[in-house]
Structures are given as structure tokens and as C-alpha cells.
């Protein structure tokens, strides 16, 4: 399995940004479909973006969309996630995860390594 880790996390106001990181060991990076997951407390986990292993596909739920982009970088065995015009249901622990791809949509069960997680908090 590959290791994650992810960084970039922590507190910003309403309509801010953020960039998430998560660095990939451990495997061959460029084999996998990466996605961001997020969590909020007292709530399923749920997608926040993936992005296909060569990077040509990506997705993104409805409520993230036109704000959020998730990109790869197979050099540095890393993918990135970009949050803009942020909201505080935005707040979450957000988890990378690898996977080898997804069918219709990208399922939690799609993804078989995950990192620890890192904090967004949005506030006003």
C-alpha cells in the first residue's frame, strides 16, 4: 500500500483559500487515482474531488464545484487540492486517498490507502 500524508490544512475565514498537499511513498504513484474525502464532525465521510492516475479526469461533487480543483503532480509523487471562495461548511477533517479508479461516481470504498487527515476550518 502506498503511505499519505497529507499538510496544508487549518484555519481560514469565510471566502478564503486553502491549498491542500498530500505526499505519496511507498508505491507507484502515477498507477493510482487519487481523491480528497472530508469529514465533518457528526457526519458521513463524504467526497470532496478525485482525479484519475494520468490526471485527464476529474470529479467533483455538486457542492464543491466551480470552487475546488484537485490536481496531481507524478513527479513529486503528490496531489493537491485548491479551495477557493471557501464556506464554514467547508469545515471538515479532510483525508487523501489512493485508489485504482472509480466507475460512475468515486466511492469511499474505491480507495484502499488513506492518509491521517488534516483540519479545515472555515470561520466568520
Known amino acids: 500500500q502506498v503511505h499519505l500524508v497529507e499538510s496544508g490544512g487549518g484555519l481560514v475565514q469565510v471566502g478564503g483559500s486553502l491549498r491542500l498537499s498530500c505526499a505519496a511513498s511507498?508505491?507507484?504513484?502515477?498507477?493510482?487515482?487519487m481523491a480528497w474525502f472530508r469529514q465533518a464532525p457528526g457526519k458521513e465521510r463524504e467526497l470532496a474531488a478525485a482525479?484519475?492516475?494520468?490526471?485527464?479526469?476529474?470529479y467533483y461533487p455538486d457542492s464543491v464545484k466551480g470552487r475546488f480543483t484537485i490536481s496531481r503532480d507524478n513527479a513529486k509523487n503528490t496531489v493537491y487540492l485548491q479551495m477557493n471562495s471557501l464556506k464554514r461548511e467547508d469545515t471538515a477533517a479532510y483525508y487523501c486517498?489512493?485508489?485504482?479508479?472509480?466507475?460512475?461516481?468515486?466511492?469511499?470504498?474505491?480507495?484502499?490507502?488513506w492518509g491521517q487527515g488534516t483540519q479545515v476550518t472555515v470561520s466568520s
Open positions: 482525479i484519475s492516475w494520468s490526471g485527464v479526469s476529474t
Open positions: 511507498g508505491g507507484t504513484f502515477s498507477s493510482y487515482a
Open positions: 486517498a489512493a485508489g485504482r479508479g472509480w466507475g460512475g461516481r468515486p466511492l469511499t470504498e474505491d480507495f484502499g490507502s
